[in-house]
Nanobody
């Protein structure tokens, strides 16, 4: 059993900042990439940012220069620093991790429950 637990969502003012965290726990053998996605009602879930085990990152064009993804491999935790948020960043943010639960197990996707981020003055 693997769980991803997100924290840090809430209300942010335009131009402010917010930090999301996501900790993976349970029967984890190895974690490959980790990332953040977001979704608004009526739209598909979209990639925000991803980071590999080695620290290589990629971002959606809409958040480049404002969001920073990082991870602590020792803590199985991924972070998303949100700077200068805009109202259009309002969404439910989901954590994702590609995890293997055993040396002979395949890697598969796991998701957190989502955390609401609302950007409003």
């Amino acid at each position: 059993q693997v769980q991803l637990v997100e924290s840090g969502g809430g209300l942010a003012q335009p131009g402010g900042s917010l930090r999301l965290s996501c900790a993976a726990s349970g029967s984890i053998h190895s974690i490959n990439s980790m990332g953040w996605y977001r979704q608004v009602p009526g739209k598909e879930r979209e990639l925000v940012a991803r980071i590999t085990t080695g620290g290589r990152t990629n971002y959606a064009d809409s958040v480049k220069g404002r969001f920073t993804i990082s991870r602590d491999n020792a803590k199985n935790t991924v972070y998303l620093q949100i700077n200068s948020p805009k109202p259009e960043d309002t969404a439910v943010y989901y954590c994702n991790a590609v995890i293997s639960t055993g040396s002979a197990s395949l890697f598969r996707d796991y998701w957190g429950q989502g955390t609401q981020v609302t950007v409003s003055s």
